[in-house]
């Protein structure tokens, strides 16, 4: 029995080791990101986009906590230089700095052994170089061409380490496979130039492999911008009829291609595979006897409109933030006003307190609400996943919008207002109860600030917290002086024609979001996109060239007028 025991309790010990998760390594991805949009920002001189990447890396840096508090400190101590930098090329230097630091921290924290890896790189593309050596000694197109495509397949399947130590070199493996892509493409295929490119190309993995830097990291200030400066260039020529010149702008562009791509492949994998593949094609087909003009311009404006959309990433303004919590607060302002007036003229001004009771309850839950739901944003378990959850809660916050819009719509009259202020009231006071006034600015008060949080969830992540926080602000100043207005001169404004001001910004601003919403799950690849050609990006208003965001848009439209055309037939 005292063996059976024992062997249970081995049993049940190796069962319970297997079942309690280990923990997982320190993911930094999402920190990594904020960089990426910090330095591009930098480079296209858009200080408030820049500031608040770097903004969201200290929120998100200050949730981390590392055994390894030297390489912790590093970050912080680089991560204030950044903040402080008062010049463009004092942040670059900085931002690069920080980038170097968290990876520092990362190995740190994980530590590997980096020749052991570039031994087990070498050894995964030994056989594959050997591979395409022997479809290039045959002489045959066809099999260099398919070599070439299994090559790249497992190239990529296996780069990381070699992107991880070794920016330049990767960018140079990278330049070099694009380059030999284009021989391959060419009318006239010529070998003994693939063979010296392809003795580039392995050379270069040699050397990565034994642990020689031979690579230079391309210089220059890139970013996309500079890759739609390439693409216009490129179809300049092509208009102009100088194809080769065209060509040497696409191979330019697959040059500093290595430096920009980390922000391209974060926002749109689709969009990166596209250009990564279809890039060097283009080159070739551009010094081909027979040019098919409209076949590739058609194909780099796409490319720079996908370009554009994600460099156009549309932010939220101050107005925006202000609007929301304006719009509900005084809805919710209105109808504590309604009751109050009523205690007023009936004579039971003692009851005034219960209202005010019921109101402060609503705040204080709703701001409850707030922390929960901030808390869940910022959670580790939807980092990887919070795009798709600013686009998903976006499109709910636009079809609140579109309900409150609605609502508003129905009460620009002055007699829905009088119905709906007598409804509310009278259902208060039919029953006699303290605990319906106060019930009734409870709801109306945590009403507005559930809908608010909702609204506010889908356009903060696209803010600057400043501006975010600046917006509330105004809104809060603007709802005081209204709260004193109204309530010295109750009876006297006509409430109806703020509702009609107020259906209209509504409608503005769900516009918007929807726009900006598509377009976020857009760049996630979970709705397609397919581009309208020669519509600009208006981020401003929420406006981006695809068919997919104009549709959800389109329906907002259709919308307000079926809803204006109901309301006239009720008149």
């Not at 930094?28 to 608040?52: P, R």
């Not at 090559?151 to 070699?162: C, D, G, L, T």
């Not at 890759?227 to 490129?234: T, W």
């Not at 409870?442 to 501006?467: D, H, N, W």
Request: charged share 20%; with cysteine; hydrophobic share 50%.
């Amino acid at each position: 029995m005292k063996h059976f025991l024992t062997r249970c309790s081995l049993i049940i010990c190796i069962i319970l080791s297997l079942a309690v998760p280990v923990q997982a390594a320190q993911s930094y991805s999402h920190l990594y990101i904020a960089i990426s949009d910090a330095l591009m920002n930098t480079k296209q001189d858009n200080e408030a986009e820049a500031k608040q990447a770097l903004e969201q890396f200290a929120t998100d840096w200050a949730k981390v906590t590392s055994e390894q508090k030297e390489a912790k400190a590093k970050v912080d101590e680089i991560l204030l230089q950044a903040t402080e930098a008062t010049s463009k090329n004092e942040r670059l230097e900085a931002l690069s700095a920080l980038s170097n630091a968290l990876r520092n921290l990362e190995k740190l924290e994980n530590p590997v052994d980096e020749a052991a890896q570039r031994v087990e790189f070498g050894q995964k593309m030994k056989p594959i170089i050997a591979d395409f050596e022997k479809a290039l000694a045959s002489g045959d197109i066809q099999a260099i061409d398919e070599a070439y495509k299994d090559f790249n397949i497992k190239w990529n399947k296996s780069e990381r380490p070699v992107r991880e130590q070794s920016i330049a070199m990767y960018g140079q493996i990278e330049t070099q496979m694009a380059f030999l892509r284009i021989s391959i493409s060419a009318e006239e295929p010529d070998i003994n130039l693939m063979q010296s490119q392809f003795a580039d190309l392995k050379q270069t993995i040699n050397d990565f492999v034994a642990g020689k830097e031979t690579a230079e990291v391309v210089e220059g200030e890139f970013s996309l911008a500079t890759l739609i400066a390439y693409i216009d260039e490129a179809n300049d020529f092509i208009e102009a009829g100088d194809f080769k010149a065209a060509s040497e702008k696409i191979r330019e562009f697959i040059t500093v291609w290595p430096s920009i791509e980390i922000e391209i492949s974060t926002r749109n994998g689709s969009l990166y595979t596209k250009i990564e593949s279809d890039m060097p094609i283009i080159a070739s087909d551009l010094l081909k006897s027979s040019v098919d003009k409209e076949a590739i311009t058609k194909k780099l404006e796409n490319f720079r409109t996908e370009i554009e959309l994600i460099q156009g990433d549309s932010d939220y303004t101050i107005w925006d933030a202000a609007l929301i919590l304006l719009r509900e607060g005084l809805e919710a302002l209105l109808i504590i006003l309604a009751l109050v007036s009523f205690l007023d003229k009936s004579g039971q001004k003692k009851m005034r307190k219960w209202i005010y009771v019921g109101t402060f309850v609503g705040i204080l839950l709703s701001a409850v609400a707030a922390i929960l739901m901030s808390t869940i944003l910022n959670s580790a378990t939807i980092d990887t996943n919070r795009e798709l959850m600013e686009g998903y809660v976006g499109l709910l916050a636009a079809a609140m919008m579109i309900g409150v819009g609605i609502w508003l719509h129905s009460k620009s009259s002055v007699a829905s207002w009088n119905r709906y202020i007598s409804k509310q009231i009278g259902s208060a006071i039919s029953s006699g109860s303290v605990f319906a006034m106060a019930t009734i600015s409870f709801l109306s008060v945590f009403r507005e600030g559930a809908e608010t949080l909702v609204f506010y969830a889908g356009i903060a992540p696209k803010m600057e917290t400043s501006q975010f926080v600046l917006g509330i602000v105004v809104a809060l100043l603007i709802l005081a002086i209204f709260a004193l207005v109204l309530f010295k001169a109750s009876g006297k404004i006509p409430i109806h024609k703020f509702f009609a001001v107020a259906t209209v910004l509504i409608y503005v601003l769900a516009f918007k979001i929807i726009g900006v919403s598509l377009h976020t799950l857009q760049l996630r690849d979970t709705v397609s996109t397919t581009i309208v050609d020669g519509l600009p990006v208006v981020s401003i208003i929420g406006f981006y060239p695809t068919i997919e965001t104009m549709l959800g848009q389109a329906i907002l439209l259709l919308l307000v007028v079926a809803t204006i055309i109901y309301k006239k037939k009720q008149k």
